[in-house]
Nanobody
């Protein structure tokens, strides 16, 4: 059974930083991608960042490029999202997800964590 557990969310002032962590367990695909998505109140879930299992390929939404960094530790089955220079518009529930192929579309991901809330005050 695949399980993903996020942590690291919280309340931070604009300009601050947070680091989200997602611990993954269970059966894995032979080649998979980890991604972070977020969903603000009343908004659709949107792609934030993704990283290949090998770590040699990353992708970022334009809105977070240059501020967020995704990384992974395969030995610890952990994917991290370092978020710097946070803005109020980054406020959302953040979810990690895993898939057997890279995609920015939430509907194509079968495995999700429960989410962690990030709130950025102005």
């Amino acid at each position: 059974q695949v399980q993903l557990v996020e942590s690291g969310g919280g309340l931070v002032q604009a300009g601050g930083s947070l680091r989200l962590s997602c611990v993954f367990s269970g059966v894995v695909f032979s080649n998979y991608t980890w991604s972070w998505f977020r969903q603000g109140a009343g908004k659709e879930r949107e792609f934030v960042a993704g990283i290949s299992w090998r770590g040699d390929s990353t992708d970022y939404a334009d809105s977070v490029k240059g501020r967020f960094t995704i990384s992974r530790d395969v030995w610890k089955n952990t994917v991290l999202l370092q978020m710097n220079n946070l803005k109020p518009e980054d406020t959302a529930a953040y979810y990690c997800a895993v898939n057997d192929a890279f995609s920015r579309k939430p509907v194509e991901y079968d495995y999700w964590g429960q989410g962690t809330q990030v709130t950025v005050s102005s």
